[in-house]
């Protein structure tokens, strides 16, 4: 846990990343610890950056309403502060008493197994960096804003907080079966752009779609992307886009659906889907009509 991540510098694979290399610091003069995590460098925070914070959370929280899941507005108040950037420490307290769960500081996107390893200990990564100014309105890596604002409330359901923890344990295993990236299309159809039915309507839970000012109304609202009911395997045959909205989202009934999908062992579907090609995003099956 304090060792400084010398390798850290020179791991290129990150989870859930594009070609280019993470623009996070991961040397800070050897503050990042092996695991990763480093201490929140609130100090560095500038007037400008606490200014990004608010006008980012102001701007969204206004526009959650029949858009958002309950979970995720009841919640929302919980992460405390909202004109400027949170201490991790004050938000961890009110989380830790609620699922068990903390958050703890990364420099940016990390490898895949420290990641799950970290979410198998019920410790949320959070990249403690803010945006510029000119990526308000859209940034594909993610920041302080995305992590916090995004993940975080969800991690106050008990269930869903489970579910994270299963799938950070399900994930060191996939890593060792190879299956790391299939596994990954799981996370990021539902932790990050999943949408959940509720008796008034669909709604989003996922972070990616939580954290963004359009994908809000496109994922929900709109009549262009497919809306599959969620499948294990159709949704890790399935690629994705990180720079555009989603073309597909998938459904869930309820979280208690998505802790009991993943309870079995998967090795049996990572090796179908060792022999399945993978699906385009945007494409449907025959049979599938994209209206869940
Ligand atoms: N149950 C899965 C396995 O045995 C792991 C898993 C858990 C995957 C949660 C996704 C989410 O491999
Ligand atoms: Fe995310």
Known sequence: MDTPAAA?????AVYGASD????GDYSRGGAVHADYTCPQDWASYTPADHETYKRLYERQAAQLPGLACDAFIKALPSLGVKDRIPRFEEINERLHRATGWEIVAVPGLIPELPFFTLLANRKFPVTDWIRKPEEFNYIVEPDVFHDLFGHVPMLFDPVFADYVQRYGQGGIKAHELGAGEKLARLYWYTVEFGLIRQTDGLRAYGAGILSSVGELQHAVRSGEPH?????LLRAMRTRYKIDTYQANYFVIENFAQLFEFTAPDFTPLYQALEVLPDIPPGVLLPGESGKA
């Open 8 to 12: 850290a510098v020179v791991t290129p």
């Open 20 to 23: 280019r290399p993470p623009r």
């Open 227 to 231: 809306r599959l009911p969620l499948d």
